[in-house]
């Protein structure tokens, strides 16, 4: 995994869900901006994710490969399909669910790095 | 009728019911795809542990699909599996901090969903919550409109 770059798409991500939050509290819908923003994070995710296959592709890959499979199918799925479900919403509560996408997406990342290098 | 009944759809999975979509929708995929993966690889040493991590997926993910449907019947749906979820993490956390030997390995509802910053705990009384509070909106609005 690329280290740099799951730092950039962390701290994108949390700034992502501090504005959306902003615009949860200030009962706002979402607009196409946080759309933008949204594609921008993912296009990272989808960067790291490529970053990832080609290691693996290269045979290095870590030991608990069906574990860290599935955790790097929903880092890939879970920007597009919250964006999605929050867009849908013409309220305050669509923004809400990309701010809990935003700042859940860290932590899956906290955990794969984990199962990449795991720390004996 | 219809009328109402369109309504009654919307209701449930808009607003706050959007947000509680999507989180069920993840803790489904979690606790599914975790249970699922320990009792594939590891059933031999917690298989009660490993058990409960299912079910809780398969109730989250019931609980998601109700709330999402949210229809008159998928509304009682959402309702029956927020309380099993309420009941599940009150007596697997009370049994998980009084006798720890009976879970050798941690479940989405050990320490009362501890290890998912308590989220486990919160998220069937915000349900309940909410499903009732849309019932009883449903309640006071006169029948035709």
């Given at each position: ?8 798409i ?40 490529g970053?990832?296959i080609?290691?693996?592709?290269d ?8 574990m ?5 199918a929903t880092v ?39 199962l ?5 | 009728?219809s009328?109402?009944a ?33 009792l ?17 997926g ?8 109700g ?22 993490v009150?007596?697997?956390g ?18 009362f ?32 409109p």
């Open positions: 995994m690329v280290d740099w770059l799951t730092m950039t962390q701290v994108a991500s949390l700034a992502m869900a501090g504005w959306c939050l902003v615009s949860t509290f200030r009962d706002q819908p979402m607009v196409v901006p946080h759309l933008v923003g949204m594609g921008l994070l993912w296009l990272l995710v989808l960067g790291q994710v970053a990832v080609v290691t693996v592709a045979g290095d890959r870590p030991a608990e490969t069906a860290f499979v599935s955790y790097l890939a799925l879970l920007p597009p399909a919250c964006a999605v479900w929050g867009f849908m919403e013409r309220s305050r509560w669509g923004p809400a669910v990309i701010a809990f996408a935003c700042l859940v997406l860290p932590v899956l990342f906290v955990r794969l790095e984990q990449w290098n795991p720390v004996v | 009728m009328e109402t369109a309504s009654t759809d919307r209701t449930l999975r808009t607003g706050p019911g959007r947000l509680l979509v999507a989180v069920y929708g993840l803790f489904a995929l979690a606790a599914t795809a975790r249970g699922g993966y320990q594939a690889t590891k059933f031999g040493e917690a298989p009660l542990a490993y058990t409960l991590s299912l079910l809780a398969v109730v989250y993910l019931v609980a998601a699909v709330l999402a449907r949210a229809g008159r019947t998928s509304r009682v749906v959402a309702l029956v599996s927020c309380g099993v979820e309420l009941v599940g009150l007596v697997v009370a049994t998980s901090m009084v006798l720890p030997g009976v879970f050798p390995d941690d479940t989405v509802w050990s320490n969903g501890g290890g998912y910053l308590f989220v486990p705990l919160v998220l069937p009384v915000v349900g309940l919550w909410w499903i009732l509070r849309v019932h009883r909106m449903e309640r006071g609005r006169p029948d035709t």
